[in-house]
Structure formats: C-alpha cells, structure tokens
Nanobody, 120 residues
Framework: QVQLVESGGGLVQAGGSLRLSCTASGRTVSTTTMAWFRQAPGKEREFVGRIAWPNYRTYYADSVQGRFTVSRDNAKNTLYLQMNSLKPEDTAIYYC?????????????WGQGTQVTVSS
C-alpha cells in the first residue's frame, strides 16, 4: 500500500511561513490528484487545497486562498504546501492525501499528519 509521510510542521509566529512536504513510497501516486487537509482540535477535518494530474490545476479553500500554494514534484513523488501569512486559526494537524488512481472518486491514501501551531 502507498505510504505518505508529512514533514515540515512546527511552531511559528503569526505572519510567518512554513513549507510542508509529503513524500510517497510503495507505489507512485504522481499520476493522481493529491491534496492537503487539516484538522483542528474539536473540529471536523477540512479541505485545504489540491493539485490535479496531469494539468496541475489547483483549487483552494476560501480560508487559505492567496496565502497557501500547493505544488508537486512528480520526479520526487513529493507534494508541497507553502504556507504564508499564517494566522492562529491555521493551527491544526495537516494531512496529505492521494487518490489510488485518476478514476478514484475519493482520496484513498493518507499520511499520519504534521502539527502546525501558529502563535499570536
């Protein structure tokens, strides 16, 4: 099964930046849609942003539009989330996800998550 591992989380002050990475192993998911989600304590998991294959078209939640950027490096089988102008409300565990194939309706593979904490 595909394994996804996130990295790059940490503690940052409001207004700062972080870059999250998600590397895949087991089998390539570079030809499928990949996405970032997040979950804050006591809250439901929410969508953050996704990047499609093969056209790399992106889509973002309104809450992060203009501040976050999703990108991918297919050669490295890696997904990125550049997070700028961070706000305390961005504090959450961030998860990367991938579809099993380009025909999958939902996301099939998930990482363990990386904690992002934004202080005021």
């Amino acid at each position: 099964q595909v394994q996804l591992v996130e990295s790059g989380g940490g503690l940052v002050q409001a207004g700062g930046s972080l870059r999250l990475s998600c590397t895949a192993s087991g089998r390539t998911v570079s030809t499928t849609t990949m996405a970032w989600f997040r979950q804050a304590p006591g809250k439901e998991r929410e969508f953050v942003g996704r990047i499609a294959w093969p056209n790399y078209r992106t889509y973002y939640a309104d809450s992060v539009q203009g501040r976050f950027t999703v990108s991918r490096d297919n050669a490295k089988n890696t997904l990125y989330l550049q997070m700028n102008s961070l706000k305390p409300e961005d504090t959450a565990i961030y998860y990367c996800a991938a579809k099993q194939s380009q025909y999958s309706a939902n996301f099939d593979y998930w990482g363990q998550g990386t904690q992002v904490t934004v202080s005021s």
